[in-house]
């Protein structure tokens, strides 16, 4: 079942008012901060449309939800003592040289089913789930100042459908939702959010084999509107703000139960393992 | 001279609406399409301006644009005649391979300063700015249907100013540009969109030192905004839609001049070469 486009009804007004065709649709990034934190067992979902009606705001028909994965892996109990991490002595030799914290290092490397870069201090590794990040996505910042340690949820698309059919429930809207993380990235600076976990969208915008205004095919246009999505959350999103979610509004996105492993290279095609 | 914030008086009105604090802003992002293809020597914020006219929107103080590259490029002229460029007979018999232009292999290797990759016809190098994506960023699709390739701007940074030095002469309010392309990354499949050009804002938020509400100081939180604010843009702008511009309205960005170069990793910090 694949629906193409969700825009809504003032959303309609506003592209009419501008006079422009379906593709010139103005979008919103807004925020929804959270005034406490979330704990094992918590409902997201109510904590959001909580905070949702405190701004007079409710969900519509062309949303998207955004939600930092730390919420999730919070309210799903992904939470590890790191005094009950005992690291093996590689581990504390390797974390001693490059004074890191050898328990997260321990873990970083349980959570994960390759190494892909160890130098430097840094520790690259595939998770389990197939991401390639820093730690494998192990957390000890927004946790509770060192004690804790939080890992990736076990499987970010079964907590993205999750949220997603608990909104349907309350809403009956059918909003797709996003669970994000932020990665480093090769050759540049600075960290980015991407997209771990999806439901009820399609993660990749596959315009191969259209034509360009000049009538030229295009190729190579397969976009990451996921991870585009995740990067834009970001900008409303924030580590020091305690807002871990957000709504997309507007964007033309298709329907689809969604897979986040529609974005990940296989092996045997990437050039950079 | 830094000013860490710029939200308009609308914005601000929309903010206290909700009781919000200043982390707690919406964003808009708002697509301006032209109706013409830009020509060597036409005036990019020109065309911008008669466009939001047309559509009764005008620049506002806490505005950031966001301009695909393919538009500076060609204003600057940087197009090619393909059928001017003498491929070398190992471009050649590469191309040939794997069924590719080996005028544009050419081109894309011309415009290097080397070769991260060479594999199953996908070719990687980084640019003679520094950016590394597929061949040297040429382009041949939103051109002209094949006949000429679309060259990098040549320093894109300066690019950017210009536009931003033109955009204040003409609306004066200091607006940040960003220039922008389209790449594939490592792992992950599918086109973001990422910043090549700068002017006006810092590239990154550096939030090291800073401590979360946990009181966890942060280290690793050096957020790549300018990529962010790419990948965001790409969800408005589009290569079917004749929309290579938008405005980001409400981000709270950090003045400064802005240089790209703060984005790229030196190579010997990188593990990925």
Redesign the interface.
Known sequence: MTKPRHVSKKTEGKQRR????Q?????????I?LAHEISPGDSIVDKLLQSLE????TFESDDILVVKHKIVSKAEGRIVDLTRIKPSAHSIAWAKKYKLDARVIELALRESRAVI?R??G?L?TETRHGF?C?NSGVD???????RHALLLPVDPDRSARQLHLELKRRTKIAIPVLVTD?F???????????CIGIAGMK??RD?RG?R?????T????????A???A??A???C??????PACI?RG?PYESSRGRTG????PPV?????
């Open positions: 501008h006079g422009l065709n593709f010139h649709l103005e979008l919103s990034l807004i925020p901060p405190q701004q007079n705001l870069r130098k430097n840094v690259i390639i820093a000890v910042s927004n946790v509770d100042g060192g932020t480093g990235r090769p050759w540049r600076e600075g960290l980015v959010d991407f993660p990749l315009d259209r360009d205004p000049h009538g030229y295009l190729h190579a246009s397969l976009e990451a509107v991870d585009e999505l990067a834009a970001s900008l409303v924030g580590k020091l703000n305690r807002t997309i964007f529609d974005l990940l290279r095609k990437d050039l950079f393992r």
